[in-house]
């Protein structure tokens, strides 16, 4: 049984726990799989990951529930005691209560080579997890049928399992993860191993989810081909590879048939922004840049960057420019700030009808105006969602899913709701990005990123095609920087020369 790792197994569809639970049968079906030959390959597939992780000496500690997640615990507890694994199974139900495949499962247990116990009493059977020694911990219970709110027991066992010393190992997604949305109520199991099975679920790859599922791994169990014909999926997810491509320059390209970005922002007391946002564009392969900023920033924006170009700061004269009628796109927002000259400067981006990227404090000015456009791209971060949506931060990072194709439907055009595991949506279909890291949470990575997008609108002809390469590329970049030297310290303006070295690659 096949078991890939994430980042071997993209791009590809990803559904919502409903779309599985509804049609997992029918693709097995298809398959000529019968339902409990389908738990028998999970639980398979998950021995294969720790035989992988382990040593064969090692002790198991699998805590599982009652229905089919427990289930394939079970065959997961039987191939580890055939292979010589010290396995202890804590099923947290009575005997009786366990009914159907997951029955089946359990009744294949040879009970001379498995400690097993039944306790439903979860106090007691968090002192059991508690008090375990071993090496590796199974996390069986919910799978991705959890519904509701934990209850308090169910929240203490769950921290128990997480304040273990030993690794652990969730089953199809880790307990208290919502498989849909990402979100995390209270508490969940946070993974050091993941495996899910037959397709990914679109809530592994978002929002809090990243702290919860540790390496994901993919065992498709012969199904997948049969899921994906038969299911259409409204949410992709995308790594490096299977990206969109640039249209390479013929030797007689000139700078004028590549094109003028017009960057707008940079207010009074805040150059930075604006910079990067118009040396990133430079960078990814746009030919001009023009910066229309606070006229005592110009000096500042244009210091050891000789290449930009300074636009008029006065909206009155920037609209009736030679640089808004040669701009092939304009991004606006970095640094814009919120006071009357933001607000004209805004008017005067709209009014110049090209494509546009909109970020940071322009979404605000975009919101006040009640504009609506098919050609740009909203570049929110989850605060800036949340008042585009007129609502808070937690509802957004609640259903992620649902705020970036809301958003995309209220305002039009492309919306990236940025954070781990950006997602990219048109008011249809999402794209869920899995490239980047935690080094990204620091100041000027969202300029950075809307100055690629901008650059790559310039160069594919295709809103959401830049989109999406520009979010891969941004990530891409932070990895490049990372890998030798770590995440913390990292400035949005060390992506610049490997953000060049990629968009070649496209």
Same mark, same amino acid.
């Given at each position: ?346 008017? %005067? !981006? @709209? ?7 909109? *970020? $940071?404090?322009? =979404? ?6 009640? #504009? ?81 997008? %901008? !650059? @790559? ?7 959401? *095609? $830049?989109?999406? =390469? ?6 891409? #970049? ?29």
């Amino acid at each position: 049984m096949e078991v890939i790792k994430l980042t071997a197994s993209l791009p590809q569809p990803v559904y919502s726990a409903n779309q599985v639970l509804s049609n997992e049968a029918a693709a097995a079906d298809a398959k000529g799989i019968p339902l409990f030959e389908l738990m028998k390959s999970a639980g398979r597939a998950a021995f294969e990951l720790l035989s992988q992780q382990a040593e064969q000496a090692s002790s198991v500690l699998i805590v599982a529930g009652k229905g089919n997640n427990g289930g394939d615990g079970y065959v997961l507890a039987r191939h580890c005691a055939a292979a010589g694994f010290m396995v202890s199974l804590l099923v947290l139900a009575d005997e009786e209560k366990i009914t159907g495949d997951a029955a089946k499962a359990l009744a294949m247990l040879d009970p001379d080579s498995v400690n097993l116990r039944f306790e439903p009493d979860l106090a007691k059977a968090n002192k059991m997890i508690a008090a375990f020694e071993g090496d590796w911990l199974v996390d069986a219970i919910f799978g991705i049928g959890l519904k509701g709110k934990l209850t308090r027991a169910w929240q203490q066992l769950l921290t128990t399992i997480n304040e273990h010393y030993s690794q652990i190992i969730s089953l199809d997604i880790p307990s208290g993860l919502c498989a849909t949305t990402g979100h995390v109520e209270n508490v969940a199991v946070a993974a050091d191993y993941t495996v899910t099975f037959i397709v990914l679920k679109q809530g592994l790859l978002t929002g809090k989810a990243a702290n919860y599922i540790g390496d994901l791994w993919l065992a498709t169990l012969d199904v997948q081909t049969e899921f994906v014909q038969t299911i259409a999926a409204q949410a992709f997810a995308q790594g490096t590879s299977g990206l969109p491509a640039i249209t390479p320059r013929r030797p007689t390209i000139h700078k004028g048939s590549i094109g003028l970005v017009l960057a707008m922002g940079g207010n009074l007391g805040m150059p930075g922004a604006i910079r990067m946002a118009a040396e990133s564009s430079l960078r990814t392969g746009a030919s001009l840049v023009a910066v229309a900023c606070h006229q005592e920033n110009q000096a500042i924006v244009v210091q050891g960057r000789p290449e930009l170009m300074l636009a008029p700061s006065e909206p009155e004269r920037l609209i009736s420019s030679s640089f808004v009628e040669k701009a092939k796109v304009i991004l606006i927002g970095p640094g814009l700030g919120r006071d009357a000259w933001a607000n004209q400067l805004m008017q %005067a !981006a @709209l009014k110049a009808d090209k494509p546009m990227v909109v *970020d $940071a404090d322009a =979404l605000f000015a975009m919101k006040s105006l009640r #504009a609506f456009s098919n050609n740009w791209v909203l570049t929110p971060h989850p605060g800036e969602a949340a008042f585009l949506l007129d609502c808070d931060i937690a509802t957004i990072e609640a259903d992620r899913f649902g705020a970036v194709t809301a958003i995309a439907q209220k305002y039009g055009g492309i919306c990236v709701l940025k954070g781990a595991g950006s997602l990219i949506g048109d008011g249809q279909k999402v794209i869920v990005n899995t490239t980047g890291n935690a080094g990204m949470a620091s100041g000027g990575m969202g300029d950075v990123l809307s100055g690629i997008i %901008a !650059a @790559l609108i310039l160069q594919t002809g295709s809103m959401m *095609d $830049a989109t999406r =390469l520009a979010v891969s590329i941004h990530g891409q #970049a932070a990895e490049l920087v990372t890998q030798n030297i770590g995440m913390r310290g990292l400035l949005a303006s060390d992506l610049f020369e490997p953000i060049r070295q990629l968009v070649n690659q496209y």
